[in-house]
């Protein structure tokens, strides 16, 4: 089976700009988080959707929004792009499986904003 | 959510044992210990998840004393591959889904 697959692999954008990351997550995986991670850090939690609905959001500013489709695939926007905004954004998804906790991630999108 | 500890940096040669302690004093009942494994410009990767006493899969083992406020991973005979950032996370129901990652410790294998 098809792990999780995150496109684009890199992105190089401006300051201002807006981009769109997207994450399909493992088929039979209702639940889709999304992660920063800058250089040298642990990543950072940003939002989890499960069912298609918001069920957690990180300390991330309003700039960053999210969204899940019907087929669970799920879309990272962040508006006005900062110089801060650069990082690997991870996306991982999982089943609802409580008890085990364990979330599969996927390669990765490296966005550079210049 | 439980906060970690653990160590920046541990090194180690080929065909040693690694052992990880991770500190998590203010634990909750309901938190499960998990441990992941992160190569350079991958996503992590889960390794192994316990509540009490040992865990072992066939890649390492988790042991939890019976206070539960720290955690050893033991990585068996490191290999060159295992050079990697480990990262050690306490949570329950609540995070799932919102992990909450520390800075991990990054582990360099040598031969």
């Known amino acids: 089976d098809a792990g999780v697959t995150q496109s684009p692999t890199h992105l190089i954008k401006t300051r201002g700009q807006h981009v769109t990351l997207r994450c399909s997550p493992i088929?039979?995986?209702?639940?889709v988080s999304w992660y920063q991670q800058v250089l040298g850090q642990g990543p950072q939690f940003i939002f989890q959707y499960y069912e298609k609905e918001e069920r957690g959001r990180g300390n991330f500013p309003d700039r960053f929004s999210a969204r899940q489709f019907p087929n669970y695939s799920s879309e990272l926007n962040v508006n006005a792009l900062l110089l801060g905004d650069s990082a690997l954004y991870l996306c991982?998804?999982?089943?609802?499986?409580?008890?085990?906790?364990?979330?599969?991630f996927g390669p990765g999108t490296r966005l550079t904003v210049t | 959510l439980a906060k970690t500890t653990q160590p920046i940096s541990m090194d180690s040669y080929e065909g040693q044992e690694v052992n990880i302690t991770c500190s998590h004093n203010n634990i909750a009942t309901n938190d499960y210990i998990t441990w992941y494994q992160q190569f350079p410009s991958q996503g992590p990767r889960f390794i192994i998840q316990g509540y009490k006493t040992k865990v072992t899969n066939e890649v390492a083992s988790l042991f939890i004393p019976a206070d539960r406020k720290s955690s050893t991973l033991s990585l068996p005979r490191v290999s060159l591959s295992d050079t990697a950032v480990y990262y050690c996370?306490?949570?329950?129901?609540?995070?799932?889904?919102?992990?909450?990652f520390g800075a991990g410790t990054q582990v360099v294998v040598t031969p």
């Open positions: 088929s039979g995986h209702k639940s």
């Open positions: 991982a998804s999982s089943t609802n499986s409580q008890g085990r906790y364990e979330q599969y």
């Open positions: 996370l306490v949570g329950g129901a609540d995070s799932w889904g919102k992990l909450q």
